[in-house]
């Protein structure tokens, strides 16, 4: 294998900059420190399905900016409405006529909500969720399924390094999709449960996926209901590519508040709560605020994103180049005779190997797709997003069958 | 005084729309349902030093977003960086180069800076440095001044409504410049002192602003160097306007950590963390991340803001204007023979009428300002930016006049 430095003399350069400055030499979940030397750390840029890195190499984007991207990068109906926002204004002494269309856009598209806040981080969203039911209810403890990401604030990031017992004091856990565990929780909390917080499935960085049991949501749904307790949905990760409103409609449980954030504006800076009309009140009194919140431009963004999803019927298009990823993908490991878990919904896959429980076969596909240009995570599910017209999933494809076949020659069939 | 609805008609339409779809009309500290329904809730734009409402009115904009815009409005040299760099991508898979660029810019300017991380809302930076000094110190507690705002999570919300007593369990309170009072809360912290969070001086909404006492300064840093405990600066409203770089590098008493936000991107949603070189291991400890922490475009445009305030000494500039506003209305004040307090460094302002214990006068005046095409705040302190030359700061002061013509007229003198 090729050493990183030999074909990345760019991001190697500020790779070694950032070093000195920064701590760790990247942070946060886009921080490629863990992952083989054969990935790039630093962007020049993207369009459509596809990104290049700073040493010129084009890559299929499986990551989607790790979702924030649903149009494709650098959308030119969002580039357009935003830099015609820019031309106005953007940060003011107050919010612009956008923020009203697009609330007005936005409860309109999602079953579930009758009015509509805004923030900047999917974490912004999930903790006033919480703080809204706590008010709402007068108790505390709020229940969620164990491991699964909501957020990196204290209470609920999944490194706990700096933060405090306290920070999860009224947090409980239960397993995703087992009745029996979340009875017991909600047993546990008695009557000082406010509210029960959920993703539409449970992705969980380096696990299979697994979907939701419709009878486990309708379960919590009735729980809720009969100890007065709030429903949340964390739909930041999987809103408007799931579905084109909330994650759970086509079930048909209705949820009393919902986090959003991620491709609600196709890559810029925007989180939003929303709820029911029963909350609207408490909603008023809970204070939520934050410098660059009233900001027009990735307001103007999300209302072009949300827009656009509804005129393309942008869900389908994802659904038929997510169906035809799979398609493809199982097609070529049956051929390889490697044994593969394809998991979750097409839209958002994940790919493990049977029996890989170093991911040394993982880690080698990775690095053979990157090496054919195919950008993916080995460790974390992938997105898909309208840019994905057969000709890209195609061309992803031929990446994967080169992956496929590195991994067959390096460890053999099973 | 004309009714709002007879001068704000496109302000008003907005208003019935948004009290539908946003919980109590507005949110958030940009929320004018407690000012006097003069304000306007909606803008159109801003160019400069001048704000446009959606009814067409132009404003002289003493509030410069509530702290954002340092350069002023639309700043042709950000715009022209943000755009250049929407046309090569903005959220991807990773961070563009820029990331090293305004890293080592940043880290250059501050003197107490070694390394630096982004986020996007000043909370987050906050949030940030109290998860950085307890990892870093292994212990809890958090000592902040009573009744100063640092962000709007549950453990700092100036409202606490659905918050638990356990986000602030491990906080510590102490009165600002008060050197007994602190040392009681050193003392009641015991071994357990993790860190002191300070802002460059007092800036409580609806008070008289306080500068910083310098014994007090240099005697909170001698007793976090005695107990092994850090110095947290809330440098998020000051910071690159009260000084370039750290706002206690002139007073020469250097903080262990800082947390920015604000002016340095001049309206673009970004937040950073600095922090001395002993810390560095443990901010690569603690897991930092959002959406969209890594989008170049805010990146961009904070290396062009700090790079032009470097350029033309933007604070010397806004001293400036900060100077000759406060001559104007201390002037103009002893003029109407009205006795007023103007509290606070030149460049943040606070106005208040003496024994205007229900703030009438304040309201009267704020009222009278805008009208005179003067946005200003009753209850909060104003910023200056860049853009206000002489011209802006008389144009300004002709509002100012007008105003304390109207208190005179209202109340008379006292």
Redesign the interface.
Known sequence: MTTAAAVHS?DVA?SH??A???????????A?RHLSPAY????????GAL?TD?DGREYV?L?C?????VLG??DPVV?AA??AQ????????????V??DL??TM?DAIADA????F??????AT?AC???????TSR?VILAARGVYHG????C???P????A??R??MGYFDYNDVDDFDRAVQAAGPDLAGVLLTPFRHVEGEDQQLVDEDFARHVRQRCDDSDALLILDD?RCGFRLAYGGSWEALGVPVDLSAW??AIAN???LAAVT?REAL????????????????ST?MVAALATVRRLAEIDGVALMQRAGARLRAGIEAQAADCGLAIRYTGPDVMPYLTFAGDDDRSRMTCFAEAALAAGV?LHPKHNWFMSCAMDDSVVDRALRGTEIAFAAVRRHFGTP
């Open positions: 760019a500020l900059r950032a000195r400055v920064i701590p760790g030499g990247m942070y946060g979940h886009q490629v790039p750390q630093f962007f020049a840029g993207g369009e990104i700073v984007d990551m900016s790790w979702g924030p991207i990068h650098r580039t935003a830099r820019m031309d106005l204004g953007d940060c003011l002494d107050g919010p612009g006529p923020l009203v609330a007005e409860v009758d009015w509509i806040l923030g900047k981080n999917g974490t912004d903790t919480l703080t809204i039911a706590r008010a709402h505390s990196a604030a204290p209470w990031t999944p490194v390094t700096g933060t405090l306290s920070d004091a009224a930041v954030s991620k890559g810029y800076p709820g609207r009140d408490t909603a008023s009194t809970v204070f939520l605020t934050g410098s660059f919140w009233m900001n990735p950008y």
